[in-house]
């Protein structure tokens, strides 16, 4: 019969220790390094996207340009320093563990020490990650208090966003401003800080407000009054898109936020507040526009289309893409998307309006006049 | 104890008509039989929901891409979602539980062998239920077909309103029916562990696998309960004039969401409690160690099993909770990793002073421990609510929950078929093959998974059929979705080696991996009656007393 080591609870840990403090140390530095470049090999390879031409354009959660984003950003970097080191020290146990510990060729066929626990090791990996546990829970609720409970200033900025399938709804209550899909918000300067708040509401499903660069998603649900706001720092276009599957289309539910400086801020509030441009030279169209059932779904401010079912379009010629981002805003896009809206967005609500070529090309001259 | 067959007269050496063999298996209430029908239905299963992944994997591989429109991705991602959740990973643990607990508790079967066959027959044919969606789903409206509103199936989408047709209803009915499956066989476990131990065994001395599948039995019906409610009152409002959800009449969209986490939250603990059982069976025989810290694995085990039932709104941090409920819910979050990661440190206990042998059931357990290291990780950082902001609903929780299903639960499901495998067929798995299907397989698992992370942390939401060209989007995609194919051929190789074993593989004996559990004291396959006398234990490892009689377990615990 094979001698079986055996061992006491004591005797094990003894061992264990003696182990430990020789080969421990050389390898945890050896590993730590690994593992430090391997953990941040991941952050890193996403902060590098980053640094293109054009930084709006990638919405990466790290780039912060707003204060949420960057109370996010300073709470997840240090979480990521705790999950980074618990990553380094265990698995540098795992791989010391595999290579000291396996079967060599020449083993004498004995079976190692049966060690069944030891209660000091035991407890001391209890409560040192219930510590952890505790220095999390601090620094998170920390920052969930100051993001959710944020007072309103006087001077904020207040947008109303209704989630439609597949749209986004803007009015700016105290302003008289209805518009769809692109948002435009003044920069909040350190020293006139001027924050939007936006109130979030959904028409028809669940949807999420989601522009990583200037705050942590909120979703817009049905039948409830949800709450976030925004303070961008910088002026520049910000990319987003909806969060929370609605549908067919969610993919295309795009968002674009305009962060502008005051005046040009208050340029295009002015703006948005007249009634549509008259344009003569396009009644043709106008008429066409008044006469399908396009009014049923749209609106144009100061004619008798008030539909509230799709994009109010009394200013459509301001935006620069059409259903919700998923074409540029141009004559052949804007022709084809009342022609074939599959084309561009197959499974939105927009229905093919089935016109004749005059017709068509009538409606979308008096459409570009909508400025 | 005996291990001796006993002869059974006429034992079938004559060609039977396989109409007898159907029939046999159709109507079998052994559990050693219904073990191998769900492990088999499991295993089909997950090469369609694979394919549906791939479906999914090869529309995304490049911006605005057309391979399929968007209500097919749509219906793809939801039926992938629900296949593997619901008749891959529930099935193939409710199959290795079933064949295996009574074998290592010493008894004859499951207490209750007709309510285990007619479990096994609920979820089969719920599965059947859900696929034929894909023929019947246009109903009377001509509209619907598989269901496309995600596997939560959040209201109010899954109302009438927008939800025309019966995909919806294909979804609700046949994953309630299939619940019913799942509380019967959990019911089964239970009474199996706490009345049919063989003399000797008292709880403390009973294999972690037994206790694992007992708590994870727990915890289905607790969970499964919320979910069949809810079910139940979705079918109310599609049908007779409910509106507990119907948001146009005043119904709660949230309420769905917390019956459906109350169930979802604790159904991932469901999954991966016996992938822990699996690995605790495992590591000690491979490390030649028994486990560390037995108590304690059963203690944590429990932690688990009740804080499981308090995290649920982490999945909801993001529906505009107050700062008070979204701070519960983040402690909660962070305090079921504690012995969740006691319970690795346990696992690298047992190997430390061993003496490790890399057949391929370890080098699964490894990558079960490297990898559940990080998925747990991933996990505590979006227990932190406000980084949860910014990461739900993004390709960063797809990768999370990835990699603890794949990379935590099915490394553990590969090494369990390989550690098993020979016990159920009296044949060893292809070790060369194993290796093959090892190592391609972890490659495949870490480009797809590993660089998933980072499109969620650049902003690509989840559940989209195509998205704009952003930078590092297209090429990161790309990566995603080779991998996704190595790791299709990863499973080839092991389909065929479960099958090419099968016929020539080398004949395994009673005890091929000298172990230590009272499975490995019978035949390979077992007799249908399991043991020739009801053996009798004095400890934790019965095998190791009797291959060790001057130095038992008795012993020392």
């Known amino acids: 019969m094979p001698c079986v080591l055996r061992v006491t609870s004591d005797e094990a840990k003894y061992l264990i220790v003696m182990v430990r403090s020789e080969q421990i140390r050389k390898l945890l530095s050896k590993a730590a390094g690994i593992a430090v470049l391997l953990a941040g090999g991941l952050l890193a390879a996403s902060l590098c996207f980053g640094a293109s031409d054009n930084p709006s354009q990638l919405p990466s959660i790290f780039d912060a340009r707003s204060t949420p984003t960057k109370w996010i950003g300073h709470l997840s970097y240090f979480v990521l320093s705790i999950t980074g080191l618990i990553f380094v020290v265990v698995f540098s146990l795992l791989a010391y563990a595999v290579v000291k510990f396996r079967k060599r060729p020449g083993d004498d066929g004995r079976e190692p020490a049966q060690v069944y626990g030891s209660n000091q090791i035991e407890l001391a990996w209890t409560v040192i990650p219930i510590l952890i546990v505790v220095v999390l829970f601090l620094a998170t609720a920390r920052v969930i208090h100051s993001i959710q409970d944020a007072p309103k200033p006087e001077n904020a900025v207040e947008v109303a966003a209704i989630g439609h399938q597949f749209w986004w709804e803007f009015r700016y209550p105290q302003l008289g401003v209805v518009t769809a899909n692109e948002l435009h918000i003044p920069v909040s300067a350190a020293a006139h800080p001027m924050p939007t708040f936006l109130t979030l509401l959904s028409a028809d499903t669940d949807h999420s407000f989601w522009v990583p660069q200037l705050a942590g998603k909120t979703d817009l649900i049905p039948n409830r009054v949800n709450h976030m706001w925004m303070d961008p720092y910088q002026t520049g276009i910000f990319l987003g898109q909806c969060a929370q599957y609605c549908g067919t289309q969610h993919a295309k539910m795009l968002l674009r936020v305009y962060v502008e400086s005051p005046q040009e801020f208050a340029t295009w509030i002015h703006a948005q507040q007249q009634p549509a441009v008259l344009d003569e030279n396009v009644a043709a169209g106008k008429r066409v526009f008044e006469t399908t059932a396009c009014i049923n779904c749209h609106a144009v401010g100061g004619s008798v289309a008030d539909g509230r079912f799709g994009p109010d379009l009394t200013h459509l010629m301001s935006r620069q893409t059409i259903a919700s981002g998923a074409a540029e805003n141009t004559k052949e896009n804007l022709r084809l998307w009342i022609q074939k809206p599959d084309a561009i967005k197959p499974g939105s609500l927009m229905p093919a309006m089935q016109l004749s070529n005059a017709d068509l090309d009538a409606l979308v001259d008096y459409l570009e006049t909508l400025r | ?557």
């Open chain 2, 1 to 557: 104890m005996s291990s001796d067959a006993i002869a059974i007269p006429n034992a079938g050496t004559e060609a039977r008509p396989w109409v007898e063999v159907v029939h046999e298996w159709v109507t079998t209430v052994d559990h050693k039989r219904l073990g191998i029908l769900y492990m088999v239905y499991a295993l089909m299963f997950l090469v369609v929901g694979g394919i549906e992944a791939t479906i999914i994997r090869i529309q995304l591989m490049r911006p605005h891409n057309d391979f399929v429109s968007p209500q097919v991705f749509n219906r793809m991602f939801t039926m992938h979602g629900t296949t593997m959740i619901f008749f891959v990973v529930i099935p193939v643990v409710f199959g290795f539980a079933n064949y295996l607990v009574p074998l290592m508790i010493g008894a004859r079967d499951m207490a209750f062998p007709r309510l285990n066959a007619f479990s096994f027959w609920l979820t089969a044919f719920g599965g059947f239920l859900l696929y034929f969606s894909f023929l019947g789903g246009n109903g009377l409206y001509g509209a619907g077909n598989a269901p496309d509103v995600g596997w939560w199936a959040y209201a109010p989408l899954t109302s009438r309103a927008f939800s025309p047709g019966h995909s919806s209803d294909y979804w609700t009915i046949a994953l309630l029916v299939a619940g019913f499956g799942s509380i019967g066989t959990a019911v089964n476990i239970i009474a199996t562990v706490l009345s049919m131990r063989c003399p000797g065994m008292t709880l403390g001395r009973m294999p972690l696998f037994a206790w694992l599948n007992m708590f994870m039995a727990g915890l289905v019906i607790l969970a499964i309960s919320p979910l069949t409610a809810a079910q139940a009152m979705l079918c109310v409002d599609r049908y007779l004039g409910g509106h507990f959800f119907d948001t146009q009449a005043g119904g709660s969209a949230t309420l769905w969401m917390h019956f459906f986490w109350i169930f979802g939250h604790p159904e991932v603990y469901v999954l991966v409690i016996p992938a822990f059982a699996f690995a605790s069976e495992i590591i000690p025989v491979f490390s030649r160690k028994p486990i560390f810290g037995y108590p304690v694995m059963v203690g944590a085990t429990a932690c688990i099993v009740f804080l499981s039932l308090s995290v649920w709104a982490h999945h909801m941090f993001t529906i505009g909770m107050n700062s008070y409920a979204n701070s519960f819910f983040a402690i909660t979050t962070f305090a079921v990793g504690v012995p969740t990661g006691i319970k690795i440190f346990n696992w690298l206990g047992t190997m430390w002073g061993g003496k490790i042998q890399f057949k391929v059931p370890m080098l699964f357990c490894i990558g079960f421990l490297f990898q559940f290291l990080i998925a747990g990780l991933t996990g505590i950082m979006q227990g932190a609510a406000p980084f949860d902001w910014q990461l739900t609903g993004s390709y960063f929780v797809v990768a999370h929950f990835h990699y603890v299903i794949v990379g935590g639960i099915l490394f553990a499901l590969f090494a369990a078929f390989y550690y098993w495998y020979p016990k159920i067929t009296g044949r060893m798995l292809n070790e060369t093959l194993g290796i093959l299907h090892f190592c391609l397989f972890l490659i495949g698992f870490h480009l797809t998974f590993d660089v998933m992370h980072i499109p969620g942390i650049l902003g690509m939401p989840r559940r989209i059929y195509t998205y704009e060209p952003r930078p590092g989007w297209g090429t990161l995609n790309l990566i995603v979705t080779i991998g996704a194919f190595i790791q299709g051929v990863a499973m080839l190789v092991f389909v065929v080696n479960l099958v090419y074993s099968y016929f020539k593989g080398p004949k395994a004996g009673n005890d091929p991996w000298d172990a230590w559990t009272l499975e490995w004291s019978v035949s390979s396959p077992p007799p249908p009656y399991n043991f020739a006398s009801i053996p009798v234990v004095a400890s934790r490892r019965p095998l190791w007393d009797l291959k060790h009689p001057e130095d038992p377990d008795s012993r020392y615990e």
